[in-house]
């Protein structure tokens, strides 16, 4: 009789979990949302640890419904997909909701139920908070201010319309989690490192000797813009060591060249992100391609997705032109709009800067006095930073190796850079540069160790202002991903979709989303897997010949990666528009105010020769030759020559 006693107990102990009683006393935790948009797709999580066993969860999955509740009563949400959690629950997705109020979410598994409230809002409230910051910014010229203020508005929408709550999650949340993620730290700790760096090579007159070095090869204002320009694609392995490198190595030879810090920030931000998105190796190219061949697997289409990148690049057409339109203005010293107001008030009166100007960068700090008697010497800036390129090519190689392990060897150079870790390589190389600069410093006896520190520290102290309002940058970034601002776009575009004009609408979505996001990464995250597979299935469904398919999904790929630079390239909030003026110590506002007309200009041009007539068929070599014309033209009408 005891035997059977404990038979009975270990059957109604393994079947408990999948019976009405588990069902009943097992309350799982339900992340509602406070607010969600209305027609805008969004998720809800539900998590239990009693669920960490497959079977559990596909019992418990198989139960769950959810129901909602309003002023037009009753209805049950459906899912697009149901996923596991790993550690226990599961995500229901693509939900949505119509209509606007407040509205009751009950989720019910078995006898089971748990309530929750949500607010609906119109979409069009999930683009305010980057409006708001971008408008405030040009308009009262506080970029600190304007990026708080659009944080501050768009937690507060999260957090349910109370601006009190959305001020404290402002700054125990959103900011801090901003600064907790590991790549974020990586770029402020190797931006101030370069920083010191570069007041260590101030200090001990290396970029005074480089400056006299150039300034023996190129003459004038034309000499030192197209010396910043070459520099600029030559560091085209990574956009952040660009942007660094080019605007803290030329800003001491363009001041003397009377060239505007304006201009100096346009050529480092446009050969910066355009340069390392079309490079054939660059720390973009794995994450390009790693999405592209995601995307072309889902759609079952037999290509070799590095190829298939590399035969996108002619459809690149923004980062194309931009390329060769800063060569243009710096070659032939035509400007026009606020450039050429910039760059006439450089030249008449030498202030490189705007009076009233407020550089987010200490460039005084950084370009310290030598101590007296130090002889500039040139290699003592150059070595720095021919190690740090070195190294860091080398860096990606190696780290891109390991990441890949045994499929390295049969991987192409593209393959194995692109899977490298840029962070951790860039903040090796920045230690290992910064420490160069000092130990050439002191063994030449030009610094003792006690200088050499305090010129590093003062090169650190000089980025606290730019490191502050990157971190916002990135603070209004995640508002924009919770509200679902890059969906709400997406969702405006859907009706304006045809195979002949989808190259030219996915780059103006792809412009919209990086713009008001601030990050073209993110924004070729979302679309490449949304725009490739509707580039295929448009083709097939209008019954487009082979060659045209093909041409429309070129065009479109490299619409969502040259759109997406475009838009970061504009955006005020962007992280490397933000470190272009850093790197050229020029006043952010005014950096992107002079920068905007010459991106608009080359973005306009590129889609009326470029990626409107692809949609058509015409060859993307043909487009770039037209619009490098209009450029030409454009210049020669709208232009002016900049004269003393």
Excluded at 43 to 52: G, H, K, Q, T, W
Excluded at 118 to 143: C, F, H, K
Aim: charged content about 15%.
């Amino acid at each position: 009789m005891r035997k059977v006693r404990l038979v009975a107990i270990a059957l109604l102990l393994a079947t408990a979990p999948f019976g009405p009683a588990w069902a009943q006393d097992a309350v799982p935790e339900v992340e509602f949302p406070k607010v969600v948009l209305s027609r805008v797709p969004f998720d809800l999580r539900v998590r239990m640890r009693e669920l960490a066993r497959p079977e559990r969860q596909e019992a418990f999955v198989g139960q769950l419904r959810l129901e909602a509740s309003g002023r037009s009563g009753e209805e049950r949400l459906q899912p697009q997909g149901v996923t596991a959690e790993p550690e226990g629950g599961a995500v229901l997705q693509q939900l949505v909701l119509e209509g606007i109020g407040r509205r009751k979410l009950r989720l019910v598994w078995g006898q089971g139920a748990i309530e929750g409230r949500v607010l609906v809002l119109p979409g069009i409230v999930s683009v305010l908070p980057p409006v708001v910051a971008i408008v405030l910014a040009l308009v009262t010229r506080q970029v600190l201010v304007s990026l708080f203020v659009g944080i501050w508005l768009g937690v507060s929408l999260l957090q349910g319309l109370d601006p009190f709550t959305g001020l404290l999650r402002t700054l125990d949340r959103y900011v801090i989690q901003a600064l907790a993620d590991p790549d974020h730290v990586a770029i402020v700790l190797f931006s101030m490192t370069l920083g010191g760096m570069v007041g260590v090579m101030s200090r001990s007159g290396g970029m005074q000797g480089v400056v006299s070095a150039i300034s023996r090869l190129a003459k004038g204002p034309r000499g030192a813009q197209l010396a910043a320009w070459a520099m600029g694609v030559l560091v085209f392995f990574d956009d952040y060591a660009n942007t660094l490198i080019v605007g803290n190595t030329m800003r001491p030879f363009t001041d003397r060249m009377r060239v505007s810090r304006e201009k100096l920030s346009y050529i480092v931000d446009s050969t910066a992100a355009p340069v390392a998105s079309v490079a054939l190796i660059s720390t973009w190219v794995g994450f390009q391609v790693g999405l592209v061949e995601s995307a072309i697997r889902d759609i079952g289409l037999e290509a070799d997705a590095y190829v298939l990148f590399l035969r996108s690049i002619p459809y690149s057409a923004y980062s194309l032109l931009t390329i060769a339109f800063v060569a243009l203005v710096a070659g032939w010293l035509r400007d026009f709009g606020p450039m050429w107001q910039a760059e006439h008030r450089s030249l008449t009166t030498g202030a490189v800067l705007r009076k009233g100007a407020q550089p987010i960068t200490d460039a005084a700090s950084l370009e310290s006095a030598s101590p007296q008697g130090c002889e500039a010497r040139w290699w003592n800036a150059l070595l720095p930073i021919l190690l740090m390129i070195v190294a860091t090519l080398v860096g990606l190689y190696l780290s891109g190796k390991s990441a890949l392990g045994p499929a390295a060897g049969s991987a192409r150079i593209g393959e194995i850079v692109g899977a490298a870790d840029s962070f951790d390589v860039l903040m090796w190389t920045s230690f290992g540069a910064a420490g160069t600069a000092i130990a050439l410093a002191i063994s030449q006896r030009l610094l003792s160790l006690g200088q050499a520190i305090e010129a590093w520290l003062a090169g650190v102290r000089a980025m606290v202002l730019a490191m502050v309002i990157l971190v916002l940058a990135w603070s209004i970034g995640k508002v924009c991903a919770e509200l679902h601002t890059a969906d709400y776009v997406i969702r405006l575009a859907r009706n304006a979709l045809s195979p002949q004009l989808l190259p030219a609408v996915t780059f103006v979505v792809a412009a919209l989303i990086s713009f008001a996001t601030g990050t073209s990464w993110a924004t070729i995250a979302i679309l490449v897997p949304i725009a490739v597979p509707m580039a295929h299935k448009l083709s097939v469904g209008a019954s487009l010949p082979a060659g045209a398919s093909q041409t429309v999904l070129l065009g479109t790929l490299g619409s969502v990666l040259s759109g997406s630079v475009f838009g970061d390239h504009c955006s005020p909030i962007s992280d490397t528009t933000i470190m272009s003026s850093m790197a050229s110590a020029a006043d952010h506002v005014d950096h992107v105010r002079t920068q905007l007309p010459y991106a608009v200009l080359v973005a306009s041009v590129s889609v009326a020769t470029c990626y409107l007539p692809c949609g058509f068929g015409l060859p993307p070599w043909l487009g770039l030759i037209l619009g490098l014309g209009v450029l030409v033209l454009v210049l020669w009408i709208f232009g002016k020559p900049v004269q003393g």
